[in-house]
T-cell receptor
Framework: DVKVTQSSRYLVKRTGEKVFLECVQDMDHENMFWYRQDPGLGLRLIYFSYDVKMKEKGDIPEGYSVSREKKERFSLILESASTNQTSMYLC??????????????FGPGTRLTVL | RKEVEQDPGPFNVPEGATVAFNCTYSNSASQSFFWYRQDCRKEPKLLMSVYSSGNEDGRFTAQLNRASQYISLLIRDSKLSDSATYLCVVFNAGNNRKLIWGLGTSLAVNP
């Protein structure tokens, strides 16, 4: 069974705090992704990574950074949390080679509230 | 225009009904297509891929129409457990290899 795990299911932080969201996958997938999901806005891509130490901006990277030092781990960092970053954060992984029909697997999500 | 568009619904249907969703995409170079299912407060999970020849998995049938740039999902004999949001997803290897997600269609199957 493919597993994508996220460090917390629920997180409450204060404005201005630095926040780390961790994601680990156990299937040796090359590609990893961070999304946020908000009502009426759907899934929006924040950052993604094709492989270790690689990162690409998604559609809404402002206020976020990422780190991928090991293949199985992809971290999302909120340098200075703001209330408009209150959201559900979803991590995903996907095999990056050979196949346009490769499935994307998601973690259970982290519901972040910034007060 | 959004790259992937879906009717948000909600679709309210009785148990046993047949229901169909459509999804349109704007990039004619899109290469692969999927339907994901998302239950309330859960992560999305792959329901089925959509192949050019169409494909069926039990009560679910997916079709692709490249000429008109849309994909469809047909659910027969709806069950209460089919209640969820159905996300249309499109992949283009040339588009930085990202999946493009629709906003989803909400389905409620009622007893």
């Amino acid at each position: 069974d493919v597993k994508v795990t996220q460090s917390s299911r629920y997180l409450v932080k204060r404005t201005g705090e630095k926040v780390f969201l961790e994601c680990v996958q156990d299937m040796d997938h090359e590609n990893m992704f961070w999304y946020r999901q908000d009502p009426g806005l759907g899934l929006r891509l924040i950052y993604f990574s094709y492989d270790v130490k690689m990162k690409e901006k998604g559609d809404i990277p402002e206020g976020y950074s990422v780190s991928r030092e090991k293949k199985e781990r992809f971290s999302l960092i909120l340098e200075s949390a703001s209330t408009n970053q209150t959201s559900m954060y979803l991590c995903a992984s996907r095999r990056g080679v050979r196949g346009i029909y490769n499935e994307q697997f998601f973690g259970p999500g982290t519901r972040l509230t910034v007060l | 225009r959004k790259e992937v568009e879906q009717d948000p619904g909600p679709f309210n249907v009785p148990e046993g009904a047949t229901v169909a969703f459509n999804c349109t995409y704007s990039n004619s170079a899109s290469q692969s297509f999927f339907w994901y299912r998302q239950d309330c407060r859960k992560e999305p999970k792959l329901l089925m891929s959509v192949y050019s020849s169409g494909n069926e998995d039990g009560r679910f049938t997916a079709q692709l129409n490249r000429a008109s740039q849309y994909i469809s999902l047909l659910i027969r004999d709806s069950k209460l457990s089919d209640s969820a949001t159905y996300l249309c997803v499109v992949f283009n290897a040339g588009n930085n290899r990202k999946l493009i997600w629709g906003l989803g269609t909400s389905l409620a199957v009622n007893p």
